[in-house]
T-cell receptor
Framework: AQTVTQSQPEMSVQEAETVTLSCTYD???????LFWYKQPPSRQMILVIR??????QNATENRFSVNFQKAAKSFSLKISDSQLGDTAMYFC???????????FGTGTRLKVLA | NAGVTQTPKFRILKIGQSMTLQCTQD?????MYWYRQDPGMGLKLIYY???????DKGEVPNGYNVSRSTTEDFPLRLELAAPSQTSVYFC?????????FGQGTRLTVV
C-alpha cells in the first residue's frame, strides 16, 4: 500500500520570501513518481513539479524545487521568491507504473502575505 | 485541444435522485480516473479505467458506477444520491504518469 502524508494543514509566508512544504511518501514499489499539485480557488489542479524516484537529481521548475530524500521518504517543495499568486492549496501525490493511480496527501493551504 | 472536459460544473441533487457526471478527453489517453475531494481533504480514487471496456474499483467506489464504451468518454453514475456524496468530483486522464484533470464538478446532495 502507498501512503502520502502532509503534516502542515496551513502555512503562510511573506511575499518574496521562501517557504518549504513537507510531504512523506511510503511505498513498497521501487519505481514510483512524486508530484506537487497546486489548487487555487478556481479548483483547477495544476501540476507544479514532478520527480522520478530513480533520478538522484532533485527536480526544479523556475521558483519551485524539491528536496527528495529517498531513504527518509521525504519529498518537500520549496517555493522561492513567493508571489501573491502562489496562494493556493498544495497537494503532494504519488503514483507507480502500471495503473498510474494517484494517491494524494491531505494538502497544505499556503497563504502569501503582502 | 480541450483536454479533459467535465459537465456539469455545479449540481444540487435531492436525496434518492440519480445523475451522471460526464467526462470526455480528446487526447486519446487510455487511462482515465474519477476522484472525489471532500472539504479539507485530498483526492480519493472512486473508479478507474485502463482502456475502453475495462473498469475497476478504486478506494471509495460504493454508491457509484462507471462505464467506458469509448476511449474518449468515462461517465460516472450516482444512483440513489446520499448526503455523504456531497463532494467535488474530478475526472482525470494520464499518459506517461502525468495526470490531466478536468475542472471539477461540485455536487451537493440535500
Amino acid at each position: 500500500a502507498q501512503t502520502v502524508t502532509q503534516s502542515q494543514p496551513e502555512m503562510s509566508v511573506q511575499e518574496a520570501e521562501t517557504v518549504t512544504l513537507s510531504c512523506t511518501y511510503d511505498t513498497s514499489e521501487s519505481n514510483y513518481y512524486l508530484f506537487w499539485y497546486k489548487q487555487p480557488p478556481s479548483r483547477q489542479m495544476i501540476l507544479v513539479i514532478r520527480q522520478e524516484a530513480y533520478k538522484q537529481q532533485n527536480a526544479t521548475e523556475n521558483r519551485f524545487s524539491v528536496n527528495f530524500q529517498k531513504a527518509a521518504k521525504s519529498f518537500s517543495l520549496k517555493i522561492s521568491d513567493s508571489q501573491l499568486g502562489d496562494t493556493a492549496m498544495y497537494f503532494c501525490a504519488g503514483t507507480t507504473s502500471g495503473t498510474y493511480k494517484y494517491i494524494f496527501g491531505t494538502g497544505t493551504r499556503l497563504k502569501v502575505l503582502a | 485541444n480541450a483536454g479533459v472536459t467535465q459537465t456539469p460544473k455545479f449540481r444540487i441533487l435531492k436525496i434518492g435522485q440519480s445523475m451522471t457526471l460526464q467526462c470526455t478527453q480528446d487526447m486519446n489517453h487510455n487511462y482515465m480516473y474519477w476522484y472525489r475531494q471532500d472539504p479539507g481533504m485530498g483526492l480519493k480514487l472512486i473508479y478507474y479505467s485502463v482502456g475502453a471496456g475495462i473498469t475497476d474499483k478504486g478506494e471509495v467506489p460504493n454508491g457509484y458506477n462507471v462505464s467506458r464504451s469509448t476511449t474518449e468518454d468515462f461517465p460516472l453514475r450516482l444512483e440513489l444520491a446520499a448526503p455523504s456524496q456531497t463532494s467535488v468530483y474530478f475526472c482525470a486522464s494520464t499518459v506517461n504518469t502525468e495526470a490531466f484533470f478536468g475542472q471539477g464538478t461540485r455536487l451537493t446532495v440535500v
